[in-house]
């Protein structure tokens, strides 16, 4: 009875809190300025994660921070509306809002939508998969664990070589150029994700009681290094991630969180203080004002996009969307074929804003790219499907299922950071890339543990024929 009332409590909690979000979208009386606004939010965002640890709690009998109602929708409440309310409510403008390029009065509303819009796809309840698990041998664990392995190799050699051939790369330089060396630096992030989650399949079938062995640990360790001194940092922040997703999964302990994140921010910071260093750039942010930085994007191209469409510009109506499916295919396949990328969210951006420097970029996002296609509908559309996937793969993640559709969850959280400030078709090649690679990965263990098997089930079923004619 007790959890019965619990449980009306944020109920009604949850209600109101909806409904005065719905309230604060639509501008209401006494919720039309940003910090009213943007507090609504961050109230219904507050009573709707208390839901997801209770429903954590329910059906695992513990606390679980990866549900998609806890964890991610706590980061897309934040990293949405933090840098609005430092610089429209404290009066400290962030790196990209402090540009002279205007947004819209109604930023904080729209992106306020986006959360909304995540939260009604994530609260949908899907069960896990009722197919049973498939019977892995240790040929497909050892298998997996020497594939991701040597897949370690590729990005590995990747940013050695950058690092022999230039030093550290200086961010946004040939923005508008189509060359090798840019699908390289795009392999490099698709295969580092890939070669991690693989070496955790293979580890998990394994049965091992350890996250990775200590050859996985180097190679692994070495690869982020590597990346980083190449001046780089949302490949090494997704395999970073998708660690701590791994041990929290294995029921790690709220230290594992709390030992694993505040590696991550150290690791942002660094590395964008070397990073400029290198280049000869003075940084004198604190590291709090360099994450909220970061997390700027959003903010300010969904301002930005609404404050010239569709006064200046018309809607995209699908186009950048649809390009962003399209053009799924690697670039130099997509190239060649469909010519330039200049149909997707981020491209159009530029003309929006009237951006042409070619060794530079401004970046784009999920709302902004929603908002650039249907408006304020688009926004909660398109951040609805990103919480509809949360909520899907949430209860089918397992690295140990020998299954694609088992990691998909967990590469979702490793990439959301950065994917969300990218457009629909960065977003989707980031997470498409990787499983495939790893599901790729699987056949070949599966394939590779039949042909070991083969002759030792020939040899059971002849001396089981011999016994049989014995009796």
Known sequence: MDRQVAWGTVSVGLALGLALGVWAGLGGPGLTTVRSQILVVWTLA???????????????????????????????????????????????????????????????????????????????????????????????????????????????SIAIRDN????????????????????LHALLGIASLAAVVTILAGQAVKGSTKLLAPLDWVLIVSMILAIGARGSRSDAVAIMLVLVVAKLSRRGRLRSLAAGIPVVFAFIVTVLHYRNDQLGRTTDEAPVTILLGDMSIAAFTTGATAARVPSSFDYAYGDTLLAGLVRQLPSPISVPLLGPPTDHGAYRFRQIVGYSNPDGGLGFSIPADGYLNFGAAGVAILCALIGLLASWSYPRMDFASGSPIGIIYPVLLAIMPFGLRSDFLGFNKNILYPVLIVGLAMIIARSSGRKMLGPYRHRRSERDTELVDVD
């Open 164 to 183: 022999l051939a230039g030093g550290v790369a200086i961010r946004g330089l040939g923005q508008l150029e189509y060359t090798p060396s840019d699908s």
């Open 46 to 156: 507050v009573l709707i994660i208390l839901v997801g640890l209770q429903r954590s709690w329910s059906i695992q009998h513990r606390i679980d921070l990866l549900h998609p109602l806890v964890a991610p929708l706590g980061y897309i409440a934040l990293s949405f509306l933090a840098p609005l309310w430092v610089t429209l409510v404290a009066g400290d403008p962030v790196r990209a809002l402090s540009r002279e390029t205007p947004i819209s009065v109604n930023t904080a509303a729209l992106l306020g939508l986006g959360v909304l819009g995540y939260t009604a796809g994530a609260w949908c309840n899907f069960s896990p998969s009722r197919r049973e698990r498939a019977s892995l041998g240790p040929e497909f664990a050892s298998t997996l664990l020497l594939v991701g392995r040597c897949l370690v190799l590729v990005p590995l």
